[in-house]
């Protein structure tokens, strides 16, 4: 494993967090969950039917898993308060108990509310279920974080070579939206800049420092897209006076320190930022596949930033050690919360 998750797995066991895996019979999240409690780092709870659960268990040789708990997404009676929970988040939303009863059904929504009922921390899923199931269920049952407008995924892009040396604090940038908002506006844009920044301090544990990124440095285009990334970059640092930040600015100017000093002198983020933004969701969800595959860094996330209690997602690709290290960081942003 990376230094950086060395360093999270550390402070996950000190400070011990309890996650949800709602795909319970998926081999990847069994075998990442075996160790997982192997090691100490978190606690688990599978939702899932016990004896199909223990036939994968038997079936991949594991020994850690029979201390995870296990709820029984079909145990209605038991089941009764959260289908109550739901009903009272969503019935402004025209929704009746018997919606809300059928709901619970759904291990994606019975595990968040699990969570807003106070009995986890976190929850890790997608090695099944598509994107956006996973953020709807997150999104319906435990909201955005108290200031924060909405939510917005992050990818910590660990640099690999020369690379690494040249760019980002000790190899590590952190890019986003690379995973939520097709189309944010200038508000949702600047909400991105000032999570992504918190994420990057708290998470990635690099001193951000922001650019806003565009196919224009500081007017030297326009366009709709190019103002709406200069109103972004206003309105973040109105939101956060003290974040180091700067933007429109190209790829280029805001990474390289020569481009940087030619287009924007006098700015300090142009040519040194870490902290990468981009103008909406197919340029930062390219972006950073891109930069994975060319270059051989490493892309943990999407970091799902801006939820009320952390929710993550995984790739349907994924492998044991992924989930294993998305669990880490969930355990991680639920400390950072409390
Ligand atoms: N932040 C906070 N809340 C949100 C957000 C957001 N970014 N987007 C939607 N919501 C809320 C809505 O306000 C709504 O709340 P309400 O029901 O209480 O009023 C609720 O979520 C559900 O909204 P919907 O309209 O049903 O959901 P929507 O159609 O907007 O879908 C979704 C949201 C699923 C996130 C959608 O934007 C999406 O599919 N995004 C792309 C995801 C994706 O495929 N990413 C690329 C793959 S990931 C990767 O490659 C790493």
Not at 119 to 137: P, S, Y
Not at 178 to 202: G, I, N
């Amino acid at each position: 494993m990376e230094p950086l998750f060395e360093k999270l797995k550390s402070n996950a066991v000190a400070h011990r967090q309890c996650i949800i895996l709602p795909e319970s019979t998926e081999p990847r999240t069994l075998t990442a969950a075996d160790k997982i409690i192997g090691d100490k780092v978190a606690d688990i709870v599978l939702i899932g039917h016990a004896d199909e659960i223990d036939a994968k268990v038997k079936e991949l040789g594991l020994t850690h898993i029979g201390e995870a708990r296990i709820i029984n997404p079909d145990d209605e009676e038991a089941n009764e308060k959260y289908a109550q929970l739901f009903y009272e988040l969503r019935k402004s939303k025209g929704i009746t108990i018997e919606d809300a009863r059928k709901k619970i059904h759904d291990p994606l929504y019975l595990g968040c509310l699990l969570i807003k009922n106070g009995e986890a921390d976190g929850q890790v899923a997608g090695a099944l279920n598509t994107t956006g199931n996973v953020l709807r269920a997150a999104f319906q049952v435990l909201k955005t974080a108290p200031g924060v407008s909405v939510v917005s995924g992050a990818f910590i892009m660990i640099l690999k070579g020369e690379a690494a040396k040249l760019y980002g604090q000790d190899g590590i940038m952190v890019f986003a939206d690379c995973a939520v908002m097709p189309d944010p506006d200038e508000k949702q844009l600047a909400q991105v800049a000032v999570s992504t920044a918190k994420t990057a301090r708290e998470i990635a544990g690099i001193d951000p420092v922001v650019a806003m990124l565009s196919f224009s440095t500081k007017g030297s285009a326009s366009s709709d897209s190019v103002t709406k990334v200069a109103n972004a970059t206003a309105i973040a640092k109105e939101m956060d006076p003290t974040m180091k930040i700067d933007g429109e600015l190209q790829a280029d100017a805001a990474i390289v320190p020569s481009v940087g000093a030619s287009k924007a002198p006098g700015s300090t983020v142009a040519g040194h930022a870490n902290v990468l933004v981009f103008p909406d969701l197919g340029v930062g969800n390219i972006a950073y596949k891109l930069v994975q595959r060319l270059s051989g860094a490493t892309a943990a996330g999407p970091v799902l930033q801006g939820l009320a209690a952390p929710v993550n997602d995984l790739s349907r690709g994924c492998s044991w050690e992924d989930i294993y290290k998305t669990i880490v960081i969930t355990c991680n942003q639920a400390i950072n919360r409390k």
